[in-house]
């Protein structure tokens, strides 16, 4: 640990945390009297360093007023040379300490994923690339509140690559162990496996019984080797989401922070729960121009960013081409497409001084082909005359309100799902009292395990069994009944669906 700087107005108190570019403090502050938190980096102190640390500040601080940014009061340089942040203090625990020891509920990290989301894609818009999300960076603030930290920071003392990312290799996407990259989807892989941590218990290639060194974990990242996550109350569509977003081609990724929230608010729809509301600041200058979307599920507010020289003069993020509804998540409805590929960069300021960001060039064409963009305009238009008339005065069938989607709430979006491997082949045979459940797969693949799914009156009530065996041999009472469905769970792949259901009756 770096000994804690000098800094007029503040008052060391303890050691918050150490990371492998900052140290992170807490201090009393004498005017006005509050406790804060300050980051204080271990390298960077060469004069171009400290002028981009200056203006990425300048341009977080900005930005830190939204509900799911950690607000930053404060930067500078100490009389050593040390960059530093002042920001407010979260106290602990934060979802770093808590997922190891228990993942945490399924409600709870899809309200932080939408939440989070919000914040990558308000930094997106600013031009600001995060680089390193992971749980670490998620910080909870004295009412509970999830809160991004971390901005930039790692590019800006000039680590980039996996060697500089270190302990962030576990959370990092294919194509930054070994090259720096500036497209949003980068933010979108890590966001999406910082989630599935939280739901896991542990990052989300890492394994119990193999090693798990930065080579290992480097290995299975660019296989696509994701530790299968095995939680019965887990939906598969959250399972589909986060795996889509965790694509080794990136191509198949969400093509922003705000496609990935919207998938996320659709499982949340689907579970039954009120959608957490996309808060996105919109620091692109046509934001100001442009319709913004303030409906339930989203809500974009246009505000006025000045971006430093130094700032502005960085490779921009590259944002592939964006559809309407990503434009304009509010409304599900799809329009005509048109327009031109491009990205949105950063141009050279003017005058030498500040100036604002030029206006983002986004395409409206979607990275989908005619078919696909039939295919899924036929089922939106059939799932929204089914139930178009129950989101607004509920199911005759349903009075209760107690299945479909919420009153006052947009169905889910289709999603295209990745490939799902064909569930198993279910045979039974033996007889009296004496049963055996065979299972075969289409294609089997080393590594391939089961999940077994016991029902009926003849066994006990419990979790599903997972295993490598394709068989079960069960005692059947006389007259009792026991079912077996079978579903396949194939490491970098997709959770098959459940085979069809088995049953005998003891006899004898």
């Known amino acids: 640990m770096q000994q804690p700087p000098h800094i007029p107005g503040f008052t060391f108190v303890d050691l918050v945390g150490e990371g492998g570019f900052a140290d992170v403090f807490r201090y009393q502050q004498e005017l006005p009297t509050r406790q804060v938190a300050i980051k204080v980096l271990r390298s960077g102190n060469d004069a171009a360093s400290i002028e981009l640390f200056r203006a990425e500040a300048n341009v977080m601080a900005q930005l830190s007023n939204h509900p799911s940014i950690v607000p930053i009061y404060q930067a500078g340089v100490s009389s050593d040379g040390r960059a530093f942040l002042v920001m407010e203090y979260c106290p602990p625990p934060h979802v770093a300490q808590r997922y190891r020891t228990q993942p945490l509920a399924v409600g709870e990290v899809l309200d932080i994923g939408v939440k989070i989301a919000s914040a990558v894609e308000t930094a997106h818009r600013a031009g600001i690339l995060h680089r390193d999300i992971k749980p670490h960076n998620i910080l909870t603030s004295s009412f509970g509140v999830p809160l991004l930290t ?20 576990p959370w990092s996407p294919p194509e930054s162990l070994s090259a720096d990259s500036h497209d949003v989807r980068s933010d979108v892989y890590s966001l999406a496996a910082t989630l599935y941590s939280l739901l896991i218990g542990h990052p989300p290639f890492e394994r119990r019984d193999a090693p798990n060194d930065n080579a290992s974990l480097m290995t299975r990242i660019e296989r696509g080797q994701l530790t299968p996550l095995r939680r019965p109350d887990v939906p598969a569509s959250l399972v589909d989401v986060l795996r889509r977003a965790m694509s080794v081609d990136i191509a198949r990724r969400p093509v922003s922070a705000m496609v990935l929230g919207r998938q996320l608010q659709d499982v949340q729809i689907e579970l039954r729960q009120s959608p957490t509301r996309l808060e996105v600041m919109d620091a692109s200058p046509s934001a100001l121009v442009q319709e913004q979307p303030n409906d339930v599920r989203t809500l974009v507010r246009p505000v006025s960013v000045i971006i430093p020289a130094a700032v502005h003069e960085r490779p921009g993020p590259f944002q592939p081409a964006l559809d309407e509804r990503t434009r304009n998540p509010g409304h599900s409805g799809h329009s005509g497409h048109s327009g031109h590929s491009g990205h949105s960069g950063r141009r050279g300021a003017t005058g030498g001084g500040s100036a604002e960001r ?59 799902l990745l490939d799902r491997p064909p569930a198993p082949v279910v045979t039974k045979s033996g007889g009296g009292a004496r049963w055996t459940f065979s299972w075969v797969q289409e294609s089997p693949q080393p590594g391939d395990m089961f999940k077994v799914l016991l029902s009926g009156d003849g066994v006990q009530p419990g979790p599903p069994e997972y295993v490598e065996s394709t068989r079960k041999t069960l005692t059947v009472a006389r007259g009792a009944t026991v079912c077996v469905e079978v579903a396949l769970l194939r490491d970098g792949g997709e959770t098959s669906a459940l085979s069809q259901r088995k049953c005998v009756t003891g006899e004898g």
């Open 150 to 169: 971390d901005f930039g920071i790692a590019s800006v003392v000039g680590e980039t690559g996996a060697g500089a990312q270190g302990l962030s290799i």
């Open 358 to 416: 030029p206006a983002p060039e986004r395409s409206e064409e979607r990275r989908l082909g005619v078919p696909a963009r039939i295919g899924i305009g036929v089922v939106a238009a059939a799932v929204l005359g089914a139930i178009g008339f129950a989101l607004v005065a509920g199911s005759a069938d349903d009075p209760g309100g107690k299945g479909g989607t919420l009153r006052g709430e947009d169905p889910p979006d289709p999603v295209e």
